[in-house]
């Protein structure tokens, strides 16, 4: 038995998901002509109060998309220094939009709308002109921190004052908002963009969407197509899109359970150092100095333990709905089994 922890991208779709997506109506989505991607983006869009959304094939591609709708050539993007959009998008920023990063030193990737007003460029033509605020929540390098409500509205108001767009790269808001209890609509209040990701939490093979108000996805459309993200009979995926939405989401809440259970068991372990704050499905803890992070790696690999290294001896764990309750309870077992390192 195979326990695959190295994300909640791992998953695939169930029997019922892979009915769903077999039983889709389609069609040829470049013309518009596809009902079941027109359903998910109609119903997308009116969960979050938006206009309009765009099914694109990647969470990547519908981040970049919106920076590319916010930003000019040499302009900056304030972010978190632990942002998806900085570390793990290949650079997209600046290759897509060719603009750069104003890194924000914020705690477990959260900033506040201080750091944000402190980060804003003057308009002195040697400065690269500030245009946008993206954060990300639950924040993947922060341990799937949940974001303060409270600040993301003060943040909003700061964009506001200073003409900044804002966009809000909600991979797993979803993990978000049942911890929270907050509504999708309140996040399509204050932000002017929101990607969605439907292949981690929800299950699905493939996809995210972006939603938008009317004004700036007109022309997102046309960014999907210059980045090669137009599909044909995506109907199919879509749909699978759905049936997450219409199943996977309250399950969400396992899965935050079993990452505080594993994070209980790890601090209680003579080799590990800490465990960061559990609030979701990621679990983010350091070795202590004299263990090896490959060694333990590898150790767990030839359990049939998957799991990946940040670097520093700092490691991660994501539980997800392919995680199932005897992968977990064997799970915890190897853990409290601190010799197996040294096998």
Known sequence: MKIDLRSDTVTKPSAKMLDAMMRAKVGDDVFGEDPTVKELEQRVAEMFGKSRALFFPSGTMANQTALKLHTNQGEQVICDKYAHIYN???????????????????ERGMFTAKQVEEAINPSDYWYAPSSAVALENTTNKGGGACWDFNELNKIRKVCEVNNLGYHLDGARLWNALVVTGET???????????SVCLSKGLGCPVGSVLVGDEDIMQKAIRIRKVFGGNMRQAGYLAAAGLYGLDNNIERLAE?????????????????????????????????????????????????????????SNKLRMVTHLGYTNKMHKKLLQILKETDFINK
């Open 88 to 106: 793990y998008e290949s650079g997209g920023v600046a290759f897509n939009s060719g603009v750069s990063c104003k890194l924000l030193d914020g």
């Open 184 to 194: 999708t609509k309140q996040y399509g209040e204050i932000f002017d963009t929101i």
């Open 255 to 311: 899965d935050h359970h079993k990452a505080k259970e594993i994070g209980y068991t790890l601090s209680q372990l003579s080799i590990v150092k800490t465990v960061q704050p559990i609030e979701t499905n990621i679990v983010i803890f350091d070795l202590n100095n004299g263990v090896n992070e490959n060694v333990f790696i590898q150790k767990l690999k030839e359990k049939d333990v998957l799991i990946i290294g940040m670097g």
